[in-house]
């Protein structure tokens, strides 16, 4: 039915970069409200951004506020989230989230409908 998945991630520096792209599929169902969460092992899911239908509401974590930064190309189906000045404490499986019901999901993973299978992060000190 809907299909999310994250690519883009890896091994990276402190101080480094790196951009997370998901895809959506499904001709069916389209997908308004986005988001991206990371878990961390042995720690709960948190939220990391979230993104409106149209682009213009943005909401970062504050632990990632400065430096990540999320968009969206509607056309193409796909979000993104730009990482910059990565910490080691950023290193997670991050997850992108999708709603069809709602034009923008917030920070509440219960918000969202559909979930990638992540794509893992890390980052060396």
């Known amino acids: 039915q809907v299909q999310l998945v994250e690519s883009g991630g890896g091994l990276v520096q402190a101080g480094g970069s790196l951009r997370l792209s998901c895809a959506a599929s499904?001709?069916?169902?389209?997908?308004?409200?986005v988001g991206w969460f990371r878990q961390a092992p042995g720690k709960e899911r948190e939220f990391v951004s979230a993104?409106?239908?149209?682009?213009?509401?943005?909401t970062y974590a504050d632990s990632v506020k400065g430096r990540f930064t999320i968009s969206r190309d509607n056309a193409k189906k796909t979000i993104y989230l730009q990482m910059t000045g990565l910490k080691p404490e950023d290193t997670a499986v991050y997850l992108c989230?999708?709603?069809?019901?709602?034009?923008?999901?917030?920070?509440?993973?219960?918000?969202?409908?559909?979930w990638g299978q992540g794509t893992q992060v890390t980052v060396s000190s």
């Open positions: 989230a999708g709603d069809s019901r709602r034009y923008y999901g917030g920070s509440y993973a219960t918000n969202y409908q559909y």
């Open positions: 993104i409106s239908f149209n682009g213009v509401t943005t």
């Open positions: 499904g001709r069916s169902v389209m997908i308004y409200a």
